[in-house]
């Protein structure tokens, strides 16, 4: 089966109907709460350092059906040492499994229970908490607590219902720091805090659609005002098959703009991996004829001057060859853009063998010369190998070799049999990696330390009468309003959605000046380390308000806030702080009937032949005019005024003024929508 695929921007929905792409999603989103989910520990506190560091070995344990999940089975062969660095802040006993867990936190749960009805679940009548096994060591206990809070709901996207499957909550796992050979190191600060799972069913059908349903869910629950954002309090699960494929989860995606490169080349992998085992069946090799062998193969690469295998003997390690039978060619297939097969062993000696230092292979059907001809030459006697078979040589000591051999011939008969259920890395180049085996079902059973938890119809109801309006009903309501595109989607998940309306209904302010300042200003703020969360919505309502009834102009409103930002003393009361800054910056409104007055002052000042041209005076005059009555004018309107004064025509309908460098000057540029600033 040749791979029928073209570069990513020209394939289209047919193309991947063709191939039957199904798509999946499950979005982890971190909840904004106080608490870790079964702990006391305060959550969203991170840094670096640490008082303490732990070392464990993960060992499986049988499920509840007496089964050993195939993931903890293939963790065990890694032979990890796990280090845990601990923060005594943000740690205690329970993370250590040295203490039995707290009742969940309510404050997680009624978040999880918002999102589950604005998912349109079937919310469970009793939540059972269950441990999930993870022997990757991203858990100090070996498990997860998890439980279901609602199934089978729905969302809307172009006129289709996207199925959602279930919610779920859940603690978070600690964040890697390294994972080198047999170490692998994780901070503890992000261990345990809640979060949700939403689980789609696997509805998507282009590269394009399941980034924008994921778009959807992300938008749906930061709607809320109640989860964490940044980056990496968000991250996306994709489960990605084709016809005649399997499920492949791509894990851990953190940014949304990259799910229609990792899913296009997944597709196009599990193409490539079905072609292959269509070559090898015509090769006459299938899971029950597959032959191979395994030799060490030291003293013939002591030869050679490859600079990876030099520098492994000279360290004591030893170098095995496995000679693939009729697997000549097939190890140089290509699977994903700028991928071959052979990446494939490569992948997984790197993982389960922990050989990570790369290159950790090569093979007979490279283009390169690693090594000389001869030393092939000799290798292929040694191995009794034919011209159609493959070699494929690792280094290290005798321990990893052993396991990274058995990984290829394992690896080498999963290729007989299509597509492996696996759990892939993200690269960022848009490729994918081998992580770990898929995990099933026998890597959950119940949790005996927390009872059953009864989930109320009063707490249910007490929930759904305060719920946000949908994102896509504010998305349309703010197109209506004339919104410019740039600030609809940040207004509909910023947490000052309602305080935005409220200012346009009660003070009928134009809803574009108010979403630029809500959204651009702010993020403006934010970049200079202002802090604008510190503002309440009552002190923004007021002073919107002040504008409204003429006591300030649009600059002075960017101005109060910026002004109450950069105070240090937080002393001053709420509601206080806006009329603070307003006397401090001694704005006083400049009635309309002076302005002409302030306007002549200035031109006839300017009448003693310094300016070469009426616009270079205009600029000038426009400059000492805002920097005098900041605040205090309007400054469209003034620049209106000064051009009629001028001669110069009508309003400016081609710039916007600024403070630089302690002098005002325009831009030629023009929000969407007007000048507004």
Known sequence: MAIPFKPLSLMTAEDYANIGLKCGLEIHQQLLTERKLFCRCPAGRYSSDYDAEILRHMRPTLSELGEYDGTALMEKKTRKNIYYRIHQDTVCTYEMDDTPPFFMDDTALDIALEIGLLLRLNMVGELHIARKQYLDGSIPTGFQRTTIVGVDGWIPYKGRRIGIRQLGLEEDACREVSDIGHDRVFLTDRLGMPLVEPVTEPDMRTPQETAEVAQVLHMLCRSTGKVRTGYGAARQDVNVSVAGGTRV?????????????????????????LGIRSKLKEKGITPETLQFSVQDVTRIAAQTDYEPIRRGLATGWQVKCVCLKGFAGILSEPTQENTIFAKEFSDRVRVIACLTQLPNIIHSDTATEALPARTWKDLRRKMRAAPQDALVLVWGDEGDTTTA???????????????????????????????????????????????????????????????PEYVWDRQSRYREMGLPEDVIVPLCISPRAEVFQRIVDELEINPVFVAVVLCQRMKSFRRRDLRPERLT??????????????????????????????????????????????????????????????????????????????????????????????????????????????????RMENGKWRMENGEWRMENETPVGGPLL
């Open 249 to 273: 989860e791509i894990k851990g995606v953190p940014q949304i703009s990259r799910i229609p490169g990792l899913v296009y080349n997944e597709a196009m992998r599990q193409c490539a991996l």
């Open 405 to 467: 051999c058995s990984e290829i011939a394992l690896r080498a008969k999963e290729a007989t049999q299509g597509v492996p259920n696996d759990t892939r890395q993200a690269l960022r180049d848009g490729t994918n990696g081998f992580e770990r085996v898929l995990p099933g079902a026998e890597r959950m059973y119940p949790d005996t330390d927390l009872p059953p938890l009864m989930v109320g119809e009063q707490r249910l109801e007490r929930i759904a009468t305060r719920l």
């Open 537 to 650: 919505d009552d002190e923004i309502y007021e002073v919107f308000r002040r504008y409204a009834r003429g006591e300030l102009a649009r600059e002075g409103v960017i101005r109060v806030f910026k002004h109450i930002l950069r105070k240090q003393d937080a002393t001053v009361g709420e509601g206080s702080r806006v009329e603070a800054a307003i006397a401090e910056l001694e704005f006083q409104p400049l009635p309309a009937d002076r302005l002409p007055a302030r306007i002549s002052g200035a031109v006839q000042v300017a009448n003693d032949g310094r300016f070469p041209t009426t616009e270079k005076k205009y600029r000038s005059l426009m400059g000492v005019l805002m920097k005098d009555l900041l605040g205090c004018v309007d400054g469209n309107r003034l620049a209106h005024e000064l051009r009629q004064k001028l001669n110069l025509g009508g």
